[in-house]
């Protein structure tokens, strides 16, 4: 449930418990206007509570000397030539 249709419980609650004044005999409108302001306003928090959970930032940090070296074997005539190329993260200084 979002913002929205919480809001729009709370106010189509607020409408039937305190606007209307039908009576329905079975049927009692202030209770359903309470309940539906009771359930908008715990979607109204749910949703506030996953939001904030929503939003946490994980802060990773890597070693700043770090060379990945990966072995490339390539062909070149039938013969095996072997070349190092190192990977190496922007701005590193060597």
């Known amino acids: 449930m979002g913002i929205g249709s919480s809001i729009f419980l709370i106010a189509l609650g607020a409408i039937l418990a305190f606007a209307v004044e039908a ?4 049927l009692s409108l202030d209770i359903v206007g309470w309940v539906l302001m ?3 306003l715990v979607g109204l928090i749910m949703t506030a509570y996953f939001w904030k959970s ?3 930032t994980a802060v990773v940090t890597a ?9 490339v074997v ?3 005539d039938d013969r095996v030539v072997q070349e190092y ?9 060597v």
């Open 54 to 56: 929503r939003r946490r």
């Open 23 to 26: 009576d329905l005999g079975w």
């Open 85 to 93: 190329r190192e990977v190496r993260r922007p701005g590193h200084q």
């Open 63 to 71: 070693p700043q000397d770090r060379v990945v070296r990966e072995r």
């Open 38 to 40: 009771l359930a908008g």
């Open 74 to 76: 390539p062909v070149q």
